[in-house]
């Protein structure tokens, strides 16, 4: 089973140790990089890696405007609630698993050295329909 | 080059090599290497002795391997280069393969994958493919899997059960990517039943078989799924549906049902009605009971909720619904249904919004949705 872990710029509620990246020290954000490359090798070490990306904050609504017209574009809104960060993909055996992991994750390293405790988001993928289904 | 004769010939050379004395994990990447080997080469040249050619090179193969792994650990290796071929190369192992891959330590995702390639002779990056993750990732999965099941002793009879769930996971993933897996699971049940006479394997090669024969009429021309009642039944496989019956009735002659037996039962009522109104519905609810005596399996009492709504009407199949956890995948998608046939076209188009909204599959959500447009137009109207 695939699930998707969410982490959010804007929209989750506010992690323990909430302190902006951009206030750590060099050597936190140095370690948090650290913790997340090796947390994405350790899950392709156990064949349950899928895919992680990251995203920039910055984003553009875009909208079809009517034919033969160019899409409008607007945007970014301060005001939008919910900002996607970024995401890693896991396919793993278990709900139990895929909370476990995310637990994980989320005790990544921030200010202080300490684990942000921050809120992730999983939800699982919609599959292919079964073959059988009588 | 055929790749369906070098894959049925993949877990015979693998049971070759563990027989010669290599180590399972060592002898499956010696043949893995061979069979890339093989579809390089085989479509300018193929030999006239397939298996013996996949013999000889695999065994170097893992000569190679295990010289310079001892040449890493400075150590002097003594393995006999030349093997004289004596009766062991007349013994097939491809069901110890199977049972070993299957094996009760293995996770469901590991035994699958470990299957697919050692008795599937499948490379991994096919693997990968059918189940849409990155290629080191699924090599990764494959190789864990070596390492758990390492301490098995080859020989070790092991539980046909649990080889059957692991076909019957690969059949029902149908056709994500590249691999036809519900045809290769299929491929793998019938091997397994040329070396093995038990009544529940060949339950589950008629299962398979019976569903298959549908699989043309299960998706419209927009990907859309058919339901069973709407499909158009002139496009099931009559060939298949003819094999699936017969592999059945030897089954059930045998008088030892299990569930698989069960369910291809059901499975062949359905593929003996001409149009959806000859069901015979009160067969199929007996099935059911029976399935619900072997399983006690919630979902099997939701299936039979569905056949006694048409047997007896649908009162009579929500009443077997009651008592049933409203949590259950396909619950509310079966409750909508029988409110609707009881005329409760609010309550029904309600669930079938809610069933859209917990189906775990992107086809069945457009499917419920379209079931709640269909029945909020009415109600507007």
Not at chain 1, 82 to 102: F, N, Q
Not at chain 1, 118 to 127: A, I, S
């Amino acid at each position: 089973m695939k699930y998707l872990l969410l982490k959010h710029y804007r929209g989750a509620p506010a992690a323990v140790n909430d302190v902006p990246m951009d206030q750590w020290t060099p050597e936190e954000v140095s370690a948090h990089v650290g913790y997340m490359q090796d947390f994405a090798a350790r899950l392709e070490g156990t064949g349950e890696f899928v895919d992680g990306q990251a995203l920039s904050p910055e984003g553009t609504f875009v909208r079809y405007d009517g034919e033969g017209r160019p899409p409008v574009t607007d945007g970014p809104f301060a005001e939008t609630k919910d900002l996607i960060a970024g995401w890693m993909v896991i396919d793993v055996d278990s709900y139990e698993r895929a909370i476990e992991l995310a637990g994980e994750l989320s005790a990544a390293p921030g200010a202080g050295g300490k684990p942000i405790h921050e809120w992730l988001e999983v939800r699982p993928f919609l599959t292919e329909p079964p073959t059988i289904t009588e | 080059m055929d790749e369906a004769l070098l894959r049925t010939l993949t877990p015979t050379v693998i049971g070759i090599l563990v027989r010669r004395g290599a180590d399972f994990a060592a002898a499956e990447d010696a043949v893995q290497d061979a069979l890339v080997e093989a579809v390089r080469g085989w479509s300018d040249d193929p030999p006239r002795d397939p298996k013996g050619w996949l013999v000889t090179v695999a065994w170097r193969k893992f000569l190679d391997a295990v010289r310079a792994d001892a040449s890493r650990r400075h150590r002097e290796v003594r393995v006999d280069a030349e093997p004289v071929p004596g009766p062991a190369e007349a013994v097939d192992d491809t069901l110890q393969l199977y049972f070993l891959c299957a094996h009760p330590s293995l996770t469901p995702a590991s035994a699958v994958a470990l299957t697919l390639r050692a008795v599937g002779g499948l490379t991994t990056r096919q693997i990968a493919q059918a189940y849409l993750v990155p290629e080191a990732t699924m090599a990764q999965r494959i190789s864990r899997a070596k390492r758990t099941v390492s301490g098995v002793r080859f020989h070790q009879p092991g539980d046909v059960a649990t080889v059957l769930r692991v076909l019957y996971l690969v059949f029902n993933e149908g056709y994500s990517g590249d691999v036809d897996l519900a045809g290769e699971a299929i491929r793998l049940t019938r091997q397994l039943a040329a070396r093995i006479d038990h009544e529940e394997v060949a339950g589950l090669l008629a299962l398979m078989l019976l569903h298959h024969a549908r699989r043309a009429a299960r998706t419209g021309p927009d990907g859309r799924l058919v339901p069973l009642a709407e499909q158009d039944r002139s496009r099931w496989d009559t060939r298949l549906i003819a094999e699936g019956v017969d592999v059945l009735q030897r089954a059930l002659a045998r008088d030892r049902l299990g569930e698989f037996q069960a369910q291809a039962a059901v499975a062949a009522l359905h593929a003996d009605a001409r149009t959806t109104e000859e069901t015979d519905w009160v067969q199929i609810v007996e099935w059911y009971d029976e399935l619900v005596r072997l399983t006690d399996s919630p979902v099997a009492r939701l299936n039979r909720a569905v056949a006694v709504g048409e047997a007896d009407g649908p009162r009579a199949g929500l009443a077997a619904l009651a008592g049933l956890d409203p949590g259950l995948p396909r619950y509310a998608a079966v409750a909508a249904y029988l409110r609707e046939r009881d005329g409760d076209l609010v309550a029904a188009a309600r669930l079938y919004t809610e069933a859209a909204r917990s189906a775990s599959s992107l086809a069945e959500r457009d499917h419920l949705t379209r079931q709640a447009a269909r029945l909020n137009a009415r109600l507007r109207g």
